[in-house]
Each structure stands twice: as structure tokens, then as C-alpha cells.
């Protein structure tokens, strides 16, 4: 069972090889769930999700085999595919709509049943500690008194985008002093050892 980490999705092409060895079928073969739903909370520009859709099919995945989900709105089995991959927008967004459906109990279960996780930006915050890296980049919590909580699958705070806003974030980092996953635009992480 793997988890990969991403600030804006597999792009590089050495982590795209690393990404792929990760399965047990040739790319065309796999399926994928596109999970868009913290684009809904997402304020600013979404010129983004183009490119990060494209850079799902420079895998070898084919559009066909690529299910476009919205957390909360259908009854869906995670096991019908090989990858669950969630994109960014407003990681609040995406956290409460996740507990409020029970959604983070599904990903437990997948995840531990050994379908591959990718986050993207906000897709990958939420697996870990704590939500506040999110409010860094500029996303505004959608409660009056908000649960910082992340789903604690990875043990630390994910701090995507790290070449955008270092020197915030390392400010945060020294008030935060404990274990943290630092990605740059353009790369990722592969955690295995969940």
C-alpha cells in the first residue's frame, strides 16, 4: 500500500516511472477516480485543472478509464479502481465534505486495502496532521470555527507548493516543530511505509 504526495499532480518524468512501477497492470489498463470536489470551494483561478487532468493522461491512463467524482453526491465503490486521485482547491472545502459524507472511512479502508492513493495540493494536506499549511496558500476555512484536524493517515503536516511560499512556510514550520513533508511544484513523495 502506497500513498504519493503531490503539489499539482505527476509531472516529473522520472516521478512519473516511480508512479506507475507502482502498480501491477500497464497504465492503459488502470482506472482511476478523479476526485474534484475542493474545486467547488476554490475561490480563485482554476486554470490549473486542465493542465493537472492532462498530466493524468501523460501516465497512459485512458480518458475512458478516468470517473470524475464529487464527494457526497453518489454512492461509489473505491475498489472498482486502481487509483484514487484527488485534486486540489479549498482544502476546508474538501475536508468537510469528506467527514460530513463519511468518505474517511472509505479511503481508510481502500488505502489499507492496498489501492494506490495521489493528492494533489489540497488532495494532499488533508491526509495528513493538521490543515493549517492550507490557510498559508490561501485557503479560507468554510465554518466560523474551524476544525484544523487533517485525517492523520500520514503522521505530519504536507506542505505543498513550498516553492511558492517558502519563506511563510518556513516560518510556520518553526512554530510547528514536528514532522512535516515538504513538496515543490513539480515533484512529489512516495510514502510506503503507512
Given amino acids: 500500500m502506497a500513498i504519493v504526495l503531490t503539489s499539482c499532480g ?12 507502482l502498480f501491477n497492470k500497464p497504465a492503459e489498463a488502470l482506472k482511476f477516480l478523479y476526485v474534484t470536489t475542493a474545486l467547488d470551494g476554490e475561490k480563485g483561478s482554476k486554470s490549473w485543472v486542465d493542465t493537472e487532468f492532462k498530466s ?12 470524475e467524482y464529487k464527494i457526497g453526491d453518489e454512492e461509489i465503490d473505491l475498489n472498482a479502481f486502481d ?3 484527488v485534486i486540489g482547491g479549498n482544502t476546508f472545502y474538501l475536508m468537510d465534505k469528506i467527514l460530513e459524507s463519511g468518505f474517511d472511512k472509505q479511503l ?15 488532495g494532499s494536506i ?23 484536524h487533517g485525517l492523520g493517515i500520514i503522521d505530519g ?17 518553526d512554530s510547528w516543530n514536528r514532522k ?15
Avoid: C
Fill in 83 to 85: 487509483a484514487i486521485y
Fill in 180 to 194: 512535516s513533508y515538504i513538496l515543490y511544484d513539480g515533484d512529489g513523495v512516495i510514502i510506503d511505509d503507512i
Fill in 108 to 122: 481508510k479502508e481502500a488505502i489499507k486495502a492496498g489501492i494506490l492513493y495521489i493528492g494533489s495540493s489540497a
Fill in 157 to 173: 503536516a504536507i506542505i505543498p507548493h513550498m516553492n511558492q511560499k517558502t519563506d511563510a512556510y518556513n516560518a510556520w514550520l
Fill in 126 to 148: 488533508v491526509l495528513g496532521t493538521t490543515l493549517e499549511p492550507a490557510e498559508i496558500f490561501g485557503d479560507e476555512p468554510v465554518t466560523d470555527e474551524p476544525d484544523y
Fill in 10 to 21: 505527476v509531472v516529473d518524468p522520472d516521478f512519473k516511472e516511480r508512479v506507475l512501477k
Fill in 56 to 67: 493524468i493522461l501523460a501516465l497512459g491512463i485512458p480518458e475512458e478509464n478516468i470517473y
